[in-house]
């Protein structure tokens, strides 16, 4: 990661890339009652925490790049369906800052004063996934995303649920069948013209059955071989629901990335400012250039 790149690689990262850290107690198996998938997403939904707006006002973050670790500080705040807003600082200097929207986002990079504005369509194109305003919301609020309860009749059917860990295990797709894929090529490029896809990326949602939030996300990419994984821990009740301390995030594959977030000072409905301004001297830059150095 090159310097320029630095900082609007640790938002991403941050943001979207997701390590196996664990609250520290004794693992016992347990049975757990079987449930449906549809009643383990109605107990999460009734755990989540709700707010207006989320301030995380004490964010450490530590990441490991193929062996090279670097640390900053920061913090975030979210007007929820409207602004993510992010800050970083190594020691007391200022390093950048960050904002998103539904349909868009801007960096503010303080050490080689540049900006950059892009979609996050085109984000998403620059680092291979693709992103979603929603989910970014969910992952730094601890939410429940891709699936959500509506009115469609069977709308659980393409998920199947399982145990594995003392957790619930929500998948998208059968353990079995994501592995005859991964082991016959012909079978996967007929799986993908009868669903006209680009390709397959298996999620799994492991849930807590004691109080029920997101303990874990895994998304396996058949066509990459990249495994996104994103540990949730150190769990305490704040105003209606529950939100994590730590945060462990790791990527596999040809890259090999881990991040350890600390979350601490969070609350909730009490932020009210979220200007943003971009200094008119720093010049602007594009992904696709800033991409090429």
Known sequence: MNKRLGIFGLFLLMLFLSGCKHTEKVVIEKKLRPMSVKKIVRQVLDNELQFNTLSVKKVNLSIDNNGKTSSVRGLYKIKKDSIIQLSAQKLSFPVGKMEVDPDSF????????????????????????????????????????????????NQFKDYVVSVAENMYKISSLRERKFKRFLNNEGKYERFKQRKEEDHLVKQDIFVDPDIFVVRRLVYSDIDSGRIVTIDFSEF??????????????????????????????????????????????????????????
């Open 236 to 293: 305490k009740p704040l105003a209606n629901g529950w939100f994590p301390g730590n945060i462990v995030a790791t990527l596999t594959g040809k890259e090999r990335l881990k991040l350890e977030v600390e979350l601490s000072k969070v609350s909730v409905n009490d932020e009210t400012e979220f200007g943003f301004s971009i200094p008119s001297k720093y010049r602007r830059e594009t992904l696709e250039k800033t991409g090429k150095e």
């Open 106 to 153: 801007r960096l503010v990079y303080y050490i080689d004063k540049f900006v950059m504005s892009e979609s996050i369509a085109r984000l998403g194109e620059f680092i291979g996934y693709d992103l979603e305003f929603q989910s970014i919301q969910a992952i730094l609020s601890n939410h429940l995303q891709s699936i959500k309860i509506d009115q469609k009749e």
